[in-house]
């Protein structure tokens, strides 16, 4: 069983940037695809980025995030991060970090789920 805590989070200012956290409990983390989803209110749970397992590090992002988004795995730390620059107020949403044992990115539903952090872009 994995364990997953998010971290990072905020409230910011169109244009600016967060680094979101996310640590996993367990000794098999480089086993799992790693990935960021969020859901808004009103909406349904949306796929972000994913990054492959071990030293692959393939990564996959959504359309919408794509060249502001970046997804890394530190395997060391147990540890997968989510660099967001240039937020826009539609990227607001609760982020939620997930590890899957199957790298196929529209299942919104798939392993394991952190409690997510909440980010907020207004001005």
């Known amino acids: 069983q994995v364990q997953l805590v998010e971290s990072g989070g905020g409230s910011v200012r169109p244009g600016e940037s967060l680094r979101l956290s996310c640590i996993a409990s367990?000794?098999?983390?480089?086993?799992?695809?790693m990935g960021w989803f969020r859901q808004a209110p009103g909406k349904e749970r949306e796929f972000v980025a994913g990054v492959s397992r071990d030293i692959l590090t393939i990564t996959n992002y959504a359309e919408s995030v794509k060249g502001r988004f970046t997804i890394s795995r530190d395997n060391a730390k147990n540890a997968v991060y989510l660099q967001m620059n240039s937020l826009k107020p539609e990227d607001t949403a609760v982020y939620i970090c997930n590890a899957r044992s199957i790298f196929r990115w529209t299942d919104s539903i798939a392993g394991y789920w952190g409690q997510g952090t909440q980010v907020t872009v207004s001005s």
């Open positions: 367990g000794r098999a983390f480089s086993t799992y695809y």
